[in-house]
T-cell receptor, first 112, second 115 residues
């Protein structure tokens, strides 16, 4: 089945850029997503990218997609303490419409 | 809209007891998902419904788990009998079918502790 992998933890200082990486196995995914989970809450869609795009920018967020290497990254510019959360990479599943396959999540800790 | 509503937010029960978790999806959404989140296994999809019909229950751990969706505005996840290894945060999510990206809206979760 599909597999989505992320590093577990990232620590940065406030004001720095954060880069969260993700690798996946299913090359047929149409959309790839980044979800954010704040403490004690459910996941919330942060941004997404269509598979025929290499890059998408949305304010402080930049998503890069390398289809050849099946690698997705999320860059957060000028990281703030409020960005501390768990970030999940997700891809469309090839086994069910509307079904997503989520990664393990990367816990981002931003220190002042 | 109030978003996805889950109840209870916290549940503490003893091993062997029946546990029922409840979910109200966003009005008009036609997909409903149940997930389980633990430190060890991350976020796991248990089952999902389309128009109240179960589509894929391959993630349901065993027969002790069952899920129903009697109508478009209500779903339950039942564990009978519960075991300590069922302790986790259970999320319900809903989405609307569209021919583009797939945004799932998550509820706040139910934290289940089985003693």
């Amino acid at each position: 089945g599909e597999d989505v992998e992320q590093s577990l933890f990232l620590s940065v200082r406030e004001g720095d850029s954060s880069v969260i990486n993700c690798t996946y196995t299913d090359s047929s995914s149409t959309y790839l997503y980044w979800y954010k989970q704040e403490p004690g809450a459910g996941l919330q869609l942060l941004t997404y990218i269509f598979s025929n795009m290499d890059m998408k920018q949305d304010q402080r967020l930049t998503v890069l997609l390398n289809k050849k290497d099946k690698h997705l990254s999320l860059r957060i510019a000028d990281t703030q303490t409020g960005d501390s959360a768990i970030y999940f990479c997700a891809v469309d599943s090839n086994t069910g419409f509307q079904k997503l396959v989520f990664g393990t999540g990367t816990r981002l800790l931003v220190s002042p | 809209d109030a978003g996805v509503i889950q109840s209870p937010r916290h549940e503490v029960t003893e091993m062997g007891q029946e546990v029922t978790l409840r979910c109200k999806p966003i009005s008009g959404h036609d997909y409903l998902f149940w997930y389980r989140q633990t430190m060890m296994r991350g976020l796991e999809l248990l089952i999902y419904f389309n128009n109240n019909v179960p589509i894929d229950d391959s993630g349901m751990p065993e027969d002790r788990f069952s899920a129903k969706m009697p109508n478009a505005s209500f779903s339950t996840l039942k564990i009978q009998p519960s075991e300590p290894r069922d302790s986790a945060v259970y999320f319900c999510a809903s989405s609307l079918q569209r021919f583009s990206y797939n945004e799932q809206f998550f509820g706040p979760g139910t934290r289940l502790t089985v003693l």
